[in-house]
């Protein structure tokens, strides 16, 4: 029971963290299909930056994060309206190339100024306490990770129905050429896309440190993980990416506690199989 | 049994879309058909459940009294349904020899070898030849397809397909994009072909169908509207109204 | 219509002598570098190897337009195969290169049949996921592959029963480039192949291709098998040269950097790919000799510059220079 409980905690908050970062790589994706190596680049920095505004300057935790992620969405601004941009009209090759370049030159950048180690974000002990629940105690983290998570889900639900923009994402995202036809400017909501994609990708990297540590490899190491999310729940698709993101997160945990070891090979194979019988995804629009 | 292409009750849905509704038709050995019909009528979808591109929703297709329709695309070409493509659909970095060279390779079985040359079978080049100068490319042969006038690359598409020599042969707006002073060449190709050929022609150009064509089916919205000789297609009061008075969309 | 004949001879003749120009090309390249770099063989040895891997890899990706992420799981297959091998088996080299050869197109055929029915992202995905398997497998089957130890003391006997592998490594540095030319010449037979051709068909237009009556999934499922196979021979001459094998010839990275030194190079163009690959292990040693991150400004510059600047690899750095030098006047 005990176990189960913890699968599922530890599960639901790595399946949040997976779906912070990834989300905004698959609204790119999909919206721009583009192969964007570099996403988790986006992570990168935001830890990068909370660790140098903390731990090095001594700014509070909270308003680290908060400046972090703001310094990553004009960055990601400033690299869109520069790299993407000219990127997106690339082949699938050509994509896949130019942005492991942009991953190369992040990774090389912040080891240049702060290493290879394992960066700490200096985040205030309180996190690693416990709640407790009444029947159950957790670390506060995982509960502010689980509660980030489905805010995240929320507002991103209210952007996407209930806003303009929201309409227009998705028109774009259905039929980019119908959408500039009816005089959307599609490269304006780009860039926004691009923007909020990239300040998830951030927000996810600092509140789940904990789980994936940030250290200047962390955009490859971690890639993989994050392009399984984003094919497995469908280009495009942020409901899609949210089941995804929490089965795998669900099926990762499990496989570690339950089958140490062989846990990794059937996720892996699992992944094969879902991507074989549905090379759209679970929620992808098909070919 | 008929010998040639028949096809049965065939529908197909593009969601609540009817694009092709119970066809019932036949296409006998040496006939010269002209599919015509407005734009988005689904002549190319027609074309397409014929050529196994796309699925139908219901209905046969029998050549020469055999189903071809659990046969994949390919499978099909090989039993002799070839069409070309309505939009240039070519090997853009290859040459217009090359781009002719490999569906007689294929027709030839022969694109599963690798310890031989391409061009190493003599007969095979001079067919190429013989192509090129048919469909005046010879000056042309050696030139990637991606640097050619878009009429020309509307040739080699026809030579592609003529290159397979087929039993049925679907053509789809042909002439479409083809300098008026160069559609002759593709009038002189068709009546070149053998006459045991089955040739069914889409086509816009009214003056072209009526050269090549002595049967014309009309299709609207996915229906037969007139199926006769061109006699009793020009006659016919609603065709006139319907689309040969109207704009050729 | 002697016309005709006589041009179709002529291309004949000239076609034949195709496969001979390269093999020579690269022995006298390989020659020159065993006498100005006799300190340097084991460098040199690793770059030939992987020229190796970047061939096949250009079979599928340049010749077939195939984009995988996952070219890795047959040079490691093909490596742990000829370990094995010669660990248990035999000791002959030229058996563990075939054993490589075998694993190699076995894994290619069995992932082959399952990821070449996707396309695009998906296509990526699962190639990446077969070599997560496969290196997961190697790390957990300790009995057998040593796990995250790998397999070590691998030896071979001499090879052809007369050359004894030295210290130095000039044998293998001769037996590599050796495999590199053979491998190069057959590569250069199939690619003025009619079934070359067909791959360059289906990599300009699969759904021309269907039209024309190819079973396009069995050509590709035949290319990525001759591709595993040879992947699986470069693996296996790694395995024997280095006399180890580690789950690090599954990594990610190392499917990464096979497709970056083939679009360096040039795509769909065998002398891009040893271009490419010389290159990009050159500069690899000196720069990443100096500090490992400086390593990864310099690649990741110079890929952002090919992609915007010469998307068709290095290979076509000498007709853009002509062309702009015909501009200018
Ligand atoms: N793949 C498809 N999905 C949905 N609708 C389609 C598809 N292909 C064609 N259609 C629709 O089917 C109709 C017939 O198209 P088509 O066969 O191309 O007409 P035609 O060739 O006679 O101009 C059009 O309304 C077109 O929009
Ligand atoms: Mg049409």
Known sequence: MSIIFSIVVDGVAYGMILFMISVGLSITMGLMRIINLAHGGFALLGGAAVHVLSVRLGVPFWIASFTAVIIVIVLALVLERLLYRHIYGFGELGQVLATIGIVFLMIATVNLFLGSTILSLGAPQSLTAAVDLGFKTLPLHRVIVILAGFIIMASLWLLMEKTRFGIYLRAAVDNKVAAASLGINTPRVFLAAFAIGAGLAAFGGILGAELLPIEAYYPLRYMVLFLIVVSVGGLGSIPGSFAASLGLGILDTAGRYLLPGTGTIFFFLAITALLALRPQGLMGKAQ | MTSGLAVHGLSKNFGGLQVARNLTLSLPNGARTALIGPNGAGKTTFANLLTGVLKPTSGTILLNGKSVGKMSESERVRAGIAKTFQITNLFRDLTVRENIRLPILERERRTNKVFCHSDGIPELECEIFQLLEDLALTPLADKPVRGLAYGQQRLVELALTLALKPKVLILDEPAAGVPSTESHLIVQAIKRLPADLSVLIIEHDMQLVFEVANRIIVLVNGAILLDGTPQEVISNREVRELYLGADHG | MTNATDQVSIRRKMGRLAPVLPALIVSVAAAIAFILFPYDLAFLTRIVIMMIFVLSFDLILGYAGIATLGHAAMYGCG??????????????????????????????????????????????????????????????????????????????????????????????????????????????????????????GIEGSASRMRAIGTPVYRRKVTVYVIAGAIAGIAGALAAQVTGLVGIEVFNFSLSADVMVMLIVGGAGRLYGALVGTLVFMVVHHIAAGIDPFNWLFVIGFMLLIIVFALPKGLISLPDRLVALLRRKP
Do not use: K
């Open chain 3, 79 to 200: 490596a742990y195969a000829a370990g094995l091998v010669s660990l248990h088996l035999a000791s002959d080299p030229l058996i563990g290169l075939l054993a490589g050869a075998v694993a190699g197109a076995l894994i290619a055929w069995i992932s082959g049949c399952v990821l070449l029915r996707a396309q695009g992202v998906a296509l990526l995905m699962i190639s990446i996921a077969v070599t997560m398997v496969l290196q997961e497998t190697a790390s957990q089957a300790r009995w057998l592959t040593g796990g995250a130890d790998g397999l070590a003391g691998i030896t071979v006997s001499p090879l052809l029963g007369m050359f004894e592998f030295d210290f130095v490594g000039q044998v293998a540095f001769v037996y590599s480039v050796c495999i590199l030319i053979a491998v190069l010449i057959f590569c250069c037979i199939l690619a003025s192949s009619p079934f070359g051709l067909a791959l360059r």
